[in-house]
């Protein structure tokens, strides 16, 4: 609770509940609906901090409009482009609720989403970070679902977001506590490195509902800017091994992303770094416990398998297959039993 003095009186102020954060740049076309979803939502007791980060189209004029007619609005105005990663930090600190929205000019967030969040957190006080099934729309039409317990978004944070973006809340203590705000070098990969970091210190969920239209058009990426992400997501991964408090080399993190993006191998021997380097994963989980053991080997059995069905190896594989089969990462279920065969007996021909 803060206090305001007004005619040399002293007047308490009830800070809000909630601090939803809209950062909007050139999106005259969409913005009008994803304001009025937040504030057509059934939560009512929220500030709603709307920051225009330098429009040249008409969407500073429509903003303008919006928080005239309505006192939950905070609006703020960037004279120039700041970019998104310091926009969302000016939110950040500006808000000053006990649970922080995220949301974007373009989506358009459910009626009851506000209100299912919070009720949500409030009944689960170790979540820090909660996100929500979406739903596609524009473009593309899809249901797209995430994981939604904490042991699983852990591992899922090896690979990419556990979260989309827009459907996030956040607990703000755990911000303030960890003094956690966007890295402004993660280009385009801002809130995946935001996640990677929260999940270190406070445990995520993902509500098992849409509770956010999330719209597809063509101006949401550049090429540029696929190539920037793909190398900050490249980084990203590359920390969360690291948290397994191992050496990594070169040759092992290529492996790696090799067995993730499903790229073939061209020789036994680089098959066997990776299935090494998968071993090597796991005995260190074992030791320091980053992840849920019986989830990250599972994981691991998974990528595994993956080395076996890759086509178009060169020379013997019987090497590999000794070695996979004398490893407990190896779990060999009734539905594999076919193509393991199937990879013993091309090693043999070989």
């Known amino acids: 609770m803060i206090y305001y003095q007004k005619h040399g009186l002293k007047y308490k102020y009830l800070m809000p509940k909630v601090s939803v954060i809209l950062p909007v740049f050139n999106c005259e076309k969409y913005v009008f609906e994803a304001i009025q979803s937040i504030l057509n939502q059934s939560f009512k ?20 409009l919006a928080a005239e007619s309505d006192n939950r609005i905070i609006f703020i105005n960037n004279e120039k482009n700041l970019g998104l990663i310091k926009t969302l930090n000016i939110g950040l600190n500006l808000a000053s609720g006990e649970y922080i929205i995220r949301m974007d000019g373009d989506d358009v967030s459910k009626y009851d989403r506000i209100e299912k969040q919070i009720k949500f957190l409030d009944i689960n006080k170790e979540i820090g970070l909660l996100g929500s099934y979406y739903e596609c729309f524009g473009d593309t039409n899809v249901l797209q679902k995430k994981h939604t317990t904490h042991k699983d978004i852990k591992i899922a944070s090896l690979f990419s977001s556990p979260f989309a973006h827009p459907t996030i809340c956040l607990r703000a203590s755990v911000l303030k506590e960890n003094n956690l705000i966007y890295n402004e070098t993660a280009l385009h990969v801002e809130d995946y490195d935001l996640w990677s970091k929260l999940l270190d210190v406070t445990k995520g969920a993902n509500y098992p509902e849409v509770l956010l239209r999330y719209r597809v058009h063509n101006a949401q990426i550049t090429s540029d800017s696929n190539e920037t992400q793909k190398l900050g997501h490249q980084a990203i991964q590359f920390n969360q091994l690291k948290k397994l408090n191992i050496e990594i080399s070169n040759i092992e993190f290529e492996k790696w992303l090799q067995i993730i993006n499903y790229r073939p191998f061209s020789n036994v021997s680089d098959r066997i770094v990776a299935f090494n380097f998968l071993t090597k994963l796991q005995m260190a989980n074992i030791s320091t416990m980053v992840f849920d053991k019986t989830q990250f080997e599972h994981t691991l059995s998974n990528l595994a398998k993956r080395l076996c069905y890759f086509p178009g190896v060169k020379g013997s594989n019987f090497s590999f297959f000794r070695l996979a089969l004398n490893s407990n990462l190896f779990q060999i279920k009734y539905q594999d039993v076919f193509l393991f065969l199937k990879f013993y007996f091309k090693s043999v021909i070989n």
């Open 45 to 64: 007791d929220f500030e709603f901090i709307i920051i225009n980060d330098g429009s040249t189209d008409n969407s500073l004029e429509i903003v303008k």
